[in-house]
Every structure is written in C-alpha cells, then in structure tokens.
C-alpha cells in the first residue's frame, strides 16, 4: 500500500507552492533553498503517504502495478499454503512415528 502512494505522489504542485513562497530565500542563498525544498518535498510526500494509508487506498487493479501486486500476492498466498501444509505433516511424522 505505502508503495503505491508513493507513486501516487505528485510532487509538481508541492514544488510549485514552494518555490511561490520562497523566492527570497531562492535569490540570496540557493543551497538553503534547495536543502528546505528537498526536506519540504520529502514531508509532502510522508503526509501524502498517511493520509491515503488511512483511506487503504492501493494500486488501480487494472494497472500494471495492480496486476502484478495480485500476482504477488497470491503467489505468497500459495507459499505460505504450502508451507504450512508442510510442516504440519512434518509435524505429523514426529508426534506418531512407529519404533
């Protein structure tokens, strides 16, 4: 889920607000401006990322992204499945094993 907001972000229009707000800072010290901007963005994007998490918003099914987010997932749904399944007869064996 976090992975899909990230590419869900957007970050044009939290640039464009800050480059708006800060043109002072941009004319007398670049560094300073580039450094503010850098940790502007990285914050709009970890606000972006909470409040789409808490709306479980996720990757459009009928994207590539979604598509194969599925295919993950039942693949690790099938492993564990196995797995499982494994290490109880595993289990089996060792509780009623014949002499």
Do not use: V, W
């Not at 503010?36 to 590539?64: P, V």
């Not at 499945?81 to 094993?97: F, G, Q, T």
């Amino acid at each position: 889920m976090k992975k899909a907001c990230e590419i869900k972000f957007d970050k044009k229009p939290a640039k464009k607000n800050f480059n708006k707000k800060h043109k002072k800072l941009l004319e007398h010290n670049k560094e300073a401006f580039e450094k503010s901007k850098q940790k502007f963005l990285a914050k709009a994007k970890d606000d972006f990322i909470k409040s789409n998490l808490e709306g479980h918003n996720g990757f459009d099914i009928n994207s590539e992204l979604g598509r194969d987010y599925i295919t993950d997932m039942l693949f690790a749904m099938d492993f564990a499945l196995k797995n499982r399944r494994a290490m109880s007869r595993a289990e089996a064996r060792k509780k009623h094993k014949l002499c």
